[in-house]
C-alpha cells in the first residue's frame, strides 16, 4: 500500500506562489513524495490556499486534480487532538492565537498515520513527536 503524505500550506504555497527561497525545494520535495505515495490536502490546507485561487473552489479543485493531489477530510479525534496541543502550547506561553489551523494539519496527519511535508517542522515536532515529518 503506498504512503500517504499530507501537504503543509507552506510548502503549497512556495509553488503558487514561485517563492524564490523555497520554491526549488519544495518542487524537488513535492515531485519525490509523489513517486513514493499519495500527497493530501486537508479542508484547512485548502482554506489556507484558497486566496490563491481568488477564493474560488472550481479553479483550487482543478489545479488539485491536475496535480494528482487527493483530498481527505480531517477526522473528529483529529480535532481533539489539535486542540489538546493547541492548549499546551497556550499555556507553555505560546502568543500565537491563529496557530489554531497548523495543529489541526499535524493532528489529521499523526492521527491518519500519513508523514507532513512541511518546511517549518519545528512546532509539529514539539506538539507531535510521534508524527513523520518530511522537511529540509
Known amino acids: ?24 525545494w519544495s518542487v524537488q520535495a513535492i515531485a519525490a513524495q509523489q513517486k513514493t505515495g499519495s500527497l493530501v490536502l486537508n479542508p484547512v490546507v485548502c482554506a489556507e490556499i484558497s486566496r490563491a485561487f481568488d ?53 489529521h496527519a499523526l492521527f491518519a498515520g500519513h508523514a507532513l511535508l512541511t518546511r517549518d517542522a519545528s512546532r509539529y515536532k514539539t506538539y507531535f513527536p510521534k508524527l513523520k515529518i518530511i522537511s529540509p
Do not use: C
Not at 504512503?3 to 520554491?23: A, H, K
Not at 477564493?55 to 496535480?67: I, S, T
Not at 481527505?72 to 489551523?101: C, D, N, W
Open 55 to 107: 477564493y474560488n473552489w472550481a479553479k483550487l479543485d482543478a489545479w488539485r486534480r491536475a496535480a494528482g493531489i487527493e483530498l481527505e477530510t480531517i477526522p473528529f479525534e483529529a480535532g481533539v487532538l489539535a486542540a489538546k496541543a493547541h492548549s499546551e502550547y497556550r499555556s507553555r506561553g505560546g502568543q500565537r492565537i491563529a496557530t489554531l489551523p497548523d495543529f489541526f494539519i499535524g493532528a
Open 1 to 24: 500500500m503506498k504512503s500517504r503524505i499530507l501537504l503543509d500550506t507552506n510548502v503549497i504555497l512556495d509553488l503558487l506562489t514561485m517563492d524564490e527561497t523555497w520554491f526549488d
